[in-house]
Protein backbone atom coordinates (compact mmCIF):
# COMPACT_ATOMS: atom_id res chain seq x y z
CA UNK A 1 0.00 0.00 0.00
CA UNK A 2 0.99 3.89 -0.72
CA UNK A 3 -0.16 4.80 2.09
CA UNK A 4 -2.54 4.46 4.79
CA UNK A 5 -5.54 6.04 5.54
CA UNK A 6 -5.43 5.56 9.35
CA UNK A 7 -3.60 7.37 11.68
CA UNK A 8 -2.85 6.89 15.43
CA UNK A 9 -6.11 7.74 18.25
CA UNK A 10 -8.33 6.87 15.27
CA UNK A 11 -11.72 4.76 16.20
CA UNK A 12 -11.66 2.07 13.95
CA UNK A 13 -13.89 -0.67 13.76
CA UNK A 14 -12.85 -4.43 12.89
CA UNK A 15 -14.76 -5.47 9.77
CA UNK A 16 -13.67 -9.29 9.35
CA UNK A 17 -12.41 -12.11 11.81
CA UNK A 18 -13.34 -12.96 15.07
CA UNK A 19 -13.46 -9.24 16.04
CA UNK A 20 -15.58 -7.75 13.61
CA UNK A 21 -17.86 -5.33 15.08
CA UNK A 22 -15.42 -4.11 18.05
CA UNK A 23 -14.32 -0.33 18.15
CA UNK A 24 -10.84 0.91 19.26
CA UNK A 25 -8.70 3.54 19.43
CA UNK A 26 -5.76 3.27 17.32
CA UNK A 27 -2.82 2.78 19.42
CA UNK A 28 -0.09 2.50 16.99
CA UNK A 29 0.59 2.08 13.16
CA UNK A 30 3.00 0.04 11.41
CA UNK A 31 3.14 0.88 7.86
CA UNK A 32 5.75 -0.46 6.42
CA UNK A 33 4.22 -4.00 7.47
CA UNK A 34 0.63 -2.50 6.33
CA UNK A 35 -0.60 -3.36 10.32
CA UNK A 36 -2.36 -1.32 13.12
CA UNK A 37 -2.82 -2.30 16.87
CA UNK A 38 -5.98 -1.51 18.09
CA UNK A 39 -7.00 -1.23 21.94
CA UNK A 40 -8.66 -4.22 23.02
CA UNK A 41 -8.59 -5.87 19.96
CA UNK A 42 -7.39 -9.39 19.05
CA UNK A 43 -6.21 -9.95 22.69
CA UNK A 44 -3.48 -12.51 22.86
CA UNK A 45 -1.14 -14.21 26.23
CA UNK A 46 2.34 -14.00 27.03
CA UNK A 47 4.17 -15.12 29.33
CA UNK A 48 5.98 -12.88 31.48
CA UNK A 49 8.98 -13.53 33.49
CA UNK A 50 10.42 -12.04 36.23
CA UNK A 51 13.43 -9.67 35.96
CA UNK A 52 15.79 -10.34 39.28
CA UNK A 53 16.34 -6.69 40.54
CA UNK A 54 13.33 -5.63 39.42
CA UNK A 55 9.85 -5.47 41.15
CA UNK A 56 8.22 -7.23 38.02
CA UNK A 57 5.93 -10.20 38.80
CA UNK A 58 5.83 -12.88 36.25
CA UNK A 59 3.01 -14.80 34.62
CA UNK A 60 0.63 -14.89 32.05
CA UNK A 61 -0.21 -11.37 30.78
CA UNK A 62 -2.83 -10.20 28.10
CA UNK A 63 -1.87 -7.70 25.38
CA UNK A 64 -2.88 -6.81 22.13
CA UNK A 65 -1.63 -8.16 18.65
CA UNK A 66 -1.18 -6.04 15.54
CA UNK A 67 -4.16 -6.57 12.43
CA UNK A 68 -4.38 -5.80 8.62
CA UNK A 69 -5.40 -2.22 8.25
CA UNK A 70 -7.78 -3.70 5.28
CA UNK A 71 -9.45 -5.84 8.44
CA UNK A 72 -10.46 -2.37 10.19
CA UNK A 73 -12.73 0.51 8.78
CA UNK A 74 -12.22 4.03 10.16
CA UNK A 75 -15.58 5.39 12.46
CA UNK A 76 -16.91 8.70 11.15
CA UNK A 77 -18.74 10.24 14.25
CA UNK A 78 -22.04 10.48 11.92
CA UNK A 79 -21.75 7.31 9.85
CA UNK A 80 -19.82 5.10 11.48
CA UNK A 81 -17.79 3.08 9.72
CA UNK A 82 -16.40 4.63 6.15
CA UNK A 83 -14.01 4.58 3.63
CA UNK A 84 -11.83 7.73 3.76
CA UNK A 85 -11.58 10.69 1.07
CA UNK A 86 -8.79 13.44 1.00
CA UNK A 87 -10.14 16.89 0.03
CA UNK A 88 -7.07 19.54 -1.27
CA UNK A 89 -7.77 22.67 -0.47
CA UNK A 90 -4.82 24.79 -1.42
CA UNK A 91 -2.23 23.88 0.16
CA UNK A 92 -4.26 22.11 3.20
CA UNK A 93 -4.74 18.25 2.53
CA UNK A 94 -7.70 16.91 4.64
CA UNK A 95 -9.38 13.66 5.40
CA UNK A 96 -13.15 13.22 4.72
CA UNK A 97 -15.90 10.85 5.14
CA UNK A 98 -16.60 9.31 1.74
CA UNK A 99 -20.62 8.78 2.65
CA UNK A 100 -21.16 12.50 4.36
CA UNK A 101 -18.39 14.27 3.16
CA UNK A 102 -17.53 15.45 7.28
CA UNK A 103 -13.88 16.31 7.99
CA UNK A 104 -11.97 13.74 9.81
CA UNK A 105 -9.65 14.39 12.58
CA UNK A 106 -6.53 14.48 11.26
CA UNK A 107 -2.97 13.82 12.57
CA UNK A 108 -1.33 15.15 15.18
Do not use: W
Amino acid sequence: MAGLNIHRNDTVEVITGADAGKRGRVLRVFPDKDRVLVEHVRMVKKTVSSKSGKNTKGGIAEQESPLHVSNVAVVCPSCGPVRVGYKVEGTSKTRVCKKCGATLATKK
